[in-house]
Structure formats: structure tokens, C-alpha cells
């Protein structure tokens, strides 16, 4: 992985276009996708050559690209404690820099077999557009005063459970296994993806900011459609105090710990914390059930069941 | 062409990523790529299927998502008397529906003949790349007063040089050319490109503003370093003109006007115009050069002197 990570590609010229992808890369990411792959690859074969691992790296340089111009879009100052790269450097370092991280990944994906080469793109083609279509729904959010849970897990489906669904399932593909097996680990992936950012939604409100790598309360400082904020809606409107939780939604930069105080203390009253406690649960018992369904073995489901359980689990 | 542009793909969901794609693709561009990509093709084989057309369309697709962020890097308000996307919509718009536009760039490419793929890919790949570092280099070279002639072709050899070069070979490999036509279509492309480019620069000052597209003088508002820039500093330089020259240049926005009145003048004065019009000669010399090195016979090479002759005489 981390040789795939420091390929000749970074130390390519001009400087002012590769440093900037050298940085976001050395980050210290959890580098989940190519793990999610690899591991899945594991599954069915133990025959890890370069034409494996860098398929797996594409998919790594995919989604930190994808950071990069999300960190844009959303205004994000910081990421994982350190500044985003048009913070660091400028906007259009970021715009371009991204664009070339998004055809470096190409560029690793077609260093996988060659005759799983057609299938591969086309599975991570469909993956890239779905991701582009779930960041514009969730920026199509920010319009909308009232989403449905179905639209923000529609939403979270493209954004964020494609990538690691495609993560998945291209390692089982990668490794030869049937079809039946290929969707089940999509499946897997997918399910995987929506407990995960369930889970990102409730640590940036109820987690612990030190190593979350980015301050407590965001997500309600902008009123972003979090799985909390969603389920609250929802919730407040059935108990009769939407007009109540709109007026905290309503509040300004200038209230903003108040803020996050006190929609923090909504979602508690509202039952919400507990509900995506639940849905977490639920999401990843559905990824379970995927990989049963599927016809994995006992061995192979308990191993990516650790996979995804240390992601519910984890603190960042 | 049409029919490929046209595909069902720019009616996806949302409307509010896909309608921006339709938007700057329906704008009305010469489909210049594509349409070198067809008439190299040409050249070697009447054999065409979709399989022939949706690669050169990915060019065009491509070509285009550099223009949406390009248009966002330069703010530029207009693109073929036409407002941009990040004017017509708003910045992240123009960054998200660019991102999708190169995604689906690879798609087309994708549905080339099976047996050209891996070829294809790393041409293109390789060229997308080429168009990220020449488009970081005119970005760089914003920040250096003084630019030789030779980092700006190298600049726009890969700004705008490597895209018609990878159209041209491309039409070459998918119809089966061998190796030295398919590098004698490159070196083609790659000069008619440089003979493009300085033909636009040349026109930015002495064309006409209504078949330009654009107000006339652009670039020398905004000390843009183009062939015209770069070759008057050297004369300046050599004549003894420098300092008269760089006041020119250090007027600022309010004397719009009058400095792109000046600095025309100063090109004239200093036989910038001329030099340009006889580099734009040399350069398509070499582009036909290049053809008849690499073996194609007289009516072939006949076929692509006129394509690329219609791209210097054209008024915009």
C-alpha cells in the first residue's frame, strides 16, 4: 500500500502540481477502501501482486481526490488536524491538483490484470459518477429545510456506501470469485458504507474531538442533513416541537455553542442518539446478512465482520 | 459525434449535476478533437462504429471538463459569448459537474474496440496528465515577470499540444495504424496544436472581437504570458525597450483601454506580429513534416494538411 502511495507519480513536475496530492496522500489517512479491497481479495486468493495492490491504491487516490474538492465545496478549513490543501496553498492549486489525482487513479486502476481490466473500470466508473451524484444531492440538501430519511440514505448510498461497496466487491472480482460472491461483498461494502458515515454523523456531534481530528458540533453549526438531524426533523415534527427545534436551527454563527448545546441536547431528548445507535446496528447486520446470503463461508463473513465492526467501533 | 453527445447519460439524476454537462457541451465548440480523432481514423479505415466514435467523443468530453475548471481558475465570466458555468450556476457546480465530465470521459473511452484498450487508456491517461501539468505551468508562470520562449512551448505543448496529438494518434491506433503513423499522427497533433495555440493568442490581440468570442485584449489586461508576451519581452529586452515595456505592463485595471491599445502597439513596433504569423507557419510546417516522415502517403497527408490549415485561417 503505502509503496503504491509513494510512487514515482508524486515526484513528478511541476512540483506546485504534485506536492499539494503528496501532502493530502501522507495525511494519515485510515487508507478503509484498499484495505476493504485487499482484504476482500484475501478472501478468495493469497496471490498479492502489484497488479492487486495498485488497483487497491487507485481506489484510495479516488476518494482522497474526492476530499479534496468536497474540502473545497464545503469550506472546511481543517482536515484530520491539518489545513485542507486551499487552505495551505490556494483554491486553485486544489481544483487542479484534485483533477490530477482523479486521473492518477485511472492510471493505477489499469495496472490490474488485464483480463479483469473491463469489469474493473466499468465497476469503478459507475462508482466514481454515483459519488459525484451523491456530493451534489447532499450539496441539493443544503436548500431544502425538510429531507425524508429515505432521501439522506439515497443520499449516503451514493456518497459515501458506492466507494466502499465497489472497494469490496473489486477485491472479490480481482481475485476471481463468482458473481454471486462479487454482490455479495458490494452488498457488504454498501450496507458497510451507510453504518459508517451513520456513525461519522454521531461522533461529529456526540464523539471526542481529539481524535476525531476536527472540532465537536459542525455538522449542526451548518445545518448540515446529518443522520441526527434527519431522524430529529422527523422526530420533533411527531412530538409536536418542530417549530421549537427550528428556532435552534435558526440560530447564527454568533449562538454557535449555544447552538450545538442545545440541538445536542434536542437530538438526547428526542431519543435520536439511541435511534442511530440502532441504525448502525442495523446497517451492519444487513452487511452480515449480505455476505451469508451470498454463500461465504463461516470463516470468510466472520473476517470481514471484524473488518466492519472495527469501523463502528473506532473513535475517528 | 451528436449522437454520442447527446447520449442518455446527460439526462441522469440529478438534474442539478447533469445540467450544467449538457449546458457547456450544447455551448456550441468546434468538436475540434473529436473530429482529428475521425479524420485520422480516416486516413486508414472507413470502419466506423460506435466503437470508433465514442472515443473521440471522450476527447471532446474531456476537452470540455478543462475548460469548466479552467473557466473557474482564470475567471473567466465568458466562454463563446455565453456565460460560464460558475457564473451561470456557481463554483461548486462548475467543480462538481467538471469532476463528472472527466469520470464520463472514461466511460466513453471504455467502449473502444477490446483490443485497443490498454493502449487507449495510457495515451489518454498519460495526455490527461500532460494537460494537468501544462495547465499548473501557465498558472506558475502568472507569478514570474520574465518566461523564456522555450517554458512556454513546453507549456503549451502540454496546455494544449498533447490533447490534439493524443486526438490524432488515437484515430491512428483504433484504426490499427502501425507504430511510426500512429507517432507520425502524434508529432502532427502535437505541432498543429502549437500553431493552435499561438494562432488563439495571436487572435486574442489582433482578432475580431465578434467571430472571437470574447472581448479583444484579454490576455494583455491581464499580463496572460502568451506567444505574443513572451517573444515581446525578449525583443524589448534586446532593444533596449524593457523598462518602457514593463510600464506598460504595470498599468493597471482602470487603464484597461489604453494599455491594451499600448501593448498592441509595442507588438507591432517591435515585429511581434509578424514573428507570431511565421512561428504559426513553422510550426504547421513541422506538423506536415512530421507526416510525411512517418510514411503516409500523399493523399493522406494532403487529408490532415487541410484540417490543420482550417484551424489556422479560422477567426476564432
Not at 452480515?288 to 465482520?305: I, R
Amino acid at each position: 500500500m503505502n509503496k503504491g502511495l509513494m510512487a514515482l507519480d508524486l515526484k513528478g513536475e511541476p512540483q506546485t502540481l504534485y506536492e499539494p496530492i503528496g501532502y493530502i496522500l501522507g495525511l494519515g489517512g485510515k487508507h478503509l477502501r484498499p484495505k476493504l479491497c485487499l482484504t476482500a481479495f484475501g478472501l478468495f486468493s493469497d496471490d498479492v501482486t502489484d497488479e492487486i495492490v495498485y488497483p487497491a491504491v487507485a481506489l484510495e487516490v479516488f476518494h482522497e481526490f474526492t476530499l479534496v474538492h468536497d474540502d473545497i465545496m464545503d469550506r472546511s478549513d481543517t482536515r484530520r488536524n491539518q489545513p485542507t490543501v486551499h487552505v495551505k496553498w490556494d483554491e486553485n492549486t486544489a481544483i487542479l491538483s484534485g483533477d490530477a489525482m482523479s486521473i492518477l487513479a485511472y492510471r493505477y486502476l489499469a495496472l490490474c490484470p488485464a483480463d479483469k481490466r473491463q469489469e474493473v473500470f466499468k465497476l469503478f466508473t459507475d462508482t466514481a459518477m454515483g459519488v459525484c451524484e451523491g456530493q451534489r444531492k447532499d450539496m441539493d440538501f443544503e436548500e431544502q429545510p425538510f429531507v425524508t430519511m429515505d432521501e439522506y440514505l439515497d443520499m449516503v448510498g451514493q456518497k459515501t456506501g458506492v466507494l466502499l461497496a465497489c472497494s469490496a466487491a473489486m477485491g472479490a472480482l480481482l481475485a476471481g470469485a463468482d458473481e454471486e460472491k462479487v454482490k455479495a461483498l458490494y452488498d457488504f461494502g454498501y450496507n458497510t458504507g451507510l453504518a459508517f458515515q451513520i456513525t461519522d454523523d454521531f461522533l461529529d456531534t456526540f464523539g471526542d474531538p481529539v481524535t476525531f481530528g476536527k472540532p465537536i458540533g459542525g455538522d449542526i453549526a451548518l445545518n448540515k442533513k446529518s443522520w441526527l438531524l434527519v431522524e430529529a426533523l422527523h422526530r420533533a415534527k411527531a412530538a409536536g416541537r418542530y417549530a421549537e427545534f427550528a428556532a435552534l436551527l435558526a440560530l447564527g454563527e454568533d449562538k454557535r455553542q449555544e447552538k450545538i448545546e442545545a440541538v445536542t441536547g434536542m437530538y438526547i431528548d428526542l431519543g435520536v442518539k439511541e435511534a442511530a445507535e440502532d441504525a448502525i446496528l442495523e446497517c451492519h447486520a444487513k452487511a452480515v446478512e449480505a455476505l451469508e446470503k451470498g454463500g461465504l463461508d463461516e470463516a470468510q463473513v466472520q473476517c470481514m465482520k471484524e473488518f466492519a465492526e472495527a469501523l463502528i467501533h473506532r473513535e475517528r
